[in-house]
């Protein structure tokens, strides 16, 4: 079992930053991918960023790349997504999750793939 805990949502202007973490239990959270997922009102779940369980691949949807950077530090159980160049549409709540296949090459981009979710930390972005 994996209990994951996210933190560091809030209000932020736009343009401005935010810096989220998911902490992880667990002994073999360095052997899982990582990723963060995002459900705005009204709007499906979708997939923000991912991070192999080494930390040397990471993907990004098209909407964040450039402005978001996934992640982790293994002795600390943590993934963290620093947001920056935040707008309006960023607005949701941010949810990590744990894919526990151990050490796949590549994080995957898919909701189906992640058996761990965490409950979400809410980000608003005020224009």
């Known amino acids: 079992q994996v209990q994951l805990v996210e933190s560091g949502g809030g209000l932020v202007q736009a343009g401005g930053s935010l810096r989220l973490s998911c902490a992880a239990s667990?002994?073999?959270?360095?052997?899982?991918?990582m990723g963060w997922f995002r459900q705005a009102p009204g709007k499906e779940r979708e997939f923000v960023a991912a991070?192999?369980?080494?930390?040397?691949?990471?993907s990004y949807a098209d909407s964040v790349k450039g402005r978001f950077t996934i992640s982790r530090d293994n002795a600390k159980n943590t993934v963290y997504l620093q947001m920056n160049i935040l707008n309006p549409e960023d607005t949701a709540v941010y949810y990590c999750?744990?894919?526990?296949?151990?050490?796949?090459?590549?994080?995957?981009?898919?909701?189906?793939?992640?058996?761990?979710w965490g409950q979400g930390t809410q980000v608003t972005v005020s224009s």
């Open positions: 999750a744990a894919d526990s296949r151990p050490r796949t090459a590549v994080a995957g981009t898919k909701e189906f793939l992640y058996d761990y």
């Open positions: 667990g002994r073999t959270f360095s052997s899982y991918a």
């Open positions: 991070i192999s369980w080494s930390g040397g691949s990471t």
